[in-house]
């Protein structure tokens, strides 16, 4: 028995040294080491010994297994040296390599003009105000001069929540909102900009879902040329000094009267192209006198005051400064287009 514990201990040795992994050790700690190993059976045969072997025999299976525990050990540490080297081979970093470039994001281009409107007009004055984007029938139509089955609102195709609420149609209700939390006070100078819905077909002018700047002042003696300035002085900062501007008769239920702001076109300077359908002239807002009976519903008397509204699609404004053809380019977060602006990635 006892040459059978130097022959297992010699193999056993032998194997140990070659092994090269962490899973072949685990295999080897099982196969002599383990409770089915060759030396656990040689343990459990010592009850056939005799009295005086049993001593002898128990000593030199304790001392085999001690010295293979001991091994086991030694190795599982050097394999798992190994495995470290090898990984701080593997993952040494160059701290002189160059860091990669973060790239840097920017403004959409429709928040940009956004900001761009709304610092022409907080510099004339005006304090940037919001509403809610779900609102209730009566502000968003009845208080407007929109009374209910009037034919103005089938220009507004809405997404109706209940009977009385409604996702807006137009940023307008706020008109009347200020005007219901500043009165009796004047001058009342905003713009309002926000989301506004429609049930439009998306196409490349059109969207469901899209912005609308408006503004309102309401004051004693204001005229209908104080509304023209105030748009020309926006045209020119939004489009270039030299801008021209007209104003061509329109109607709008709230305003009386009413008119569309064109400015020159953008792209061939007023000669007539395919763009301006040949006019020389491009629509960018609407605007008007506030009508009387939305002045006297907020509680502004009209014998005493008057004022002037106007709205605008931030999109349009976009998509004549920067020559975007498609609305849905703005939506559609296509980097070759967004690379194209000064402050963008």
Known sequence: MESTLQTLRHKAFEELRSLQDVRALDDWRVQYLGKKSELTQISRQMGALSPEERPVVGEKVNEARGALQRAYEEMQ?????????RRFAEETIDVTVPGRRHARGSMHPLTQIIQEIEEVF?????????????????????????????????????????????????TSPMQVRTMERMR????????????????????ATHSHM??????????????????????????????????SVRLRPSFFPFT?????????????????C???????????????????????G??????????FAFGMGPERIAMLKYGIEDIRLLYQNDLRLLRQFNRVL
């Open 274 to 296: 395919r763009m301006c359908k040949g006019t020389g002239w491009l629509e960018i807002l609407g605007c008007g006198m506030v009508h009387p009976k939305v002045l006297d």
């Open 256 to 272: 009386e009267p009413s008119a569309e702001l064109d400015i020159r076109c953008t792209n061939c300077g007023g000669s007539g």
């Open 298 to 307: 907020a509680g502004y008397d009209s014998r005493r005051y008057s004022g």
């Open 122 to 170: 907080l510099g004339m004055g005006y304090e940037v105000v919001e509403g809610p984007e779900i609102e209730t029938d009566e502000y968003n139509f009845e208080k407007l001069n929109l009374p209910k089955h009037h034919p103005a609102r089938d220009m507004q195709d809405t997404f109706y929540l209940t009977e009385t609420l409604l996702l807006r149609t137009q």
């Open 184 to 203: 009796p006070h004047v001058p009342v100078k905003v713009i309002v900009p926000g989301k506004v819905y429609r049930r439009d077909e998306d196409d």
């Open 77 to 85: 540490a050097e394999l798992a040296q190994r495995e470290l080297n």
């Open 210 to 243: 899209f912005h609308q700047i408006e503004g309102l002042v309401v004051d004693e003696g204001v005229r209908m040329s104080d509304l023209k300035g105030t748009l020309e002085h926006f045209a020119r900062a939004i489009f270039g000094a030299n801008q």
